[in-house]
Nanobody, 120 residues
Framework: QVHLVESGGGLVQAGGSLRLSCAAS????????INWYRQTPGKQREWVST???????TYADSVKGRFTISSENGWNLVHLEMNNLKSEDTAVYYC??????????????WGQGTQVTVSA
């Protein structure tokens, strides 16, 4: 199993920056990729960014050029650096890990989320 804990959320003014972190523990060697998603009340969870085990990083168009995903010490910490924040970035941010549960079976693990609020 993989256990994920997000941190770093908070209240920031528009144009400001925050760095979210996702601390992974457990069978991190089985992780294939870590993703960041976000969700606002009444809306579906929205994909934000993915970091794959080969180092490839991808971003949603809405955050491209403003957000950067990176890892530290393998998969132990994955950061989402968010710059030039906008009010529409306000959401609960979740990290998820796609990892092998057993041979041939992949499972998505989720953290509990961290709130980001951007004030105008």
């Amino acid at each position: 199993q993989v256990h994920l804990v997000e941190s770093g959320g908070g209240l920031v003014q528009a144009g400001g920056s925050l760095r979210l972190s996702c601390a992974a523990s457990g069978r991190t060697v089985e992780i294939l990729a870590i993703n960041w998603y976000r969700q606002t009340p009444g809306k579906q969870r929205e994909w934000v960014s993915t970091l794959k085990s080969g180092g490839d990083a991808t971003y949603a168009d809405s955050v491209k050029g403003r957000f950067t995903i990176s890892s530290e010490n393998g998969w132990n910490l994955v950061h989402l650096e968010m710059n030039n924040l906008k009010s529409e970035d306000t959401a609960v941010y979740y990290c998820s890990a796609k990892a092998y549960l057993r041979v041939g079976m992949v499972y998505d693990y989720w953290g509990q989320g961290t709130q980001v609020t951007v004030s105008a």
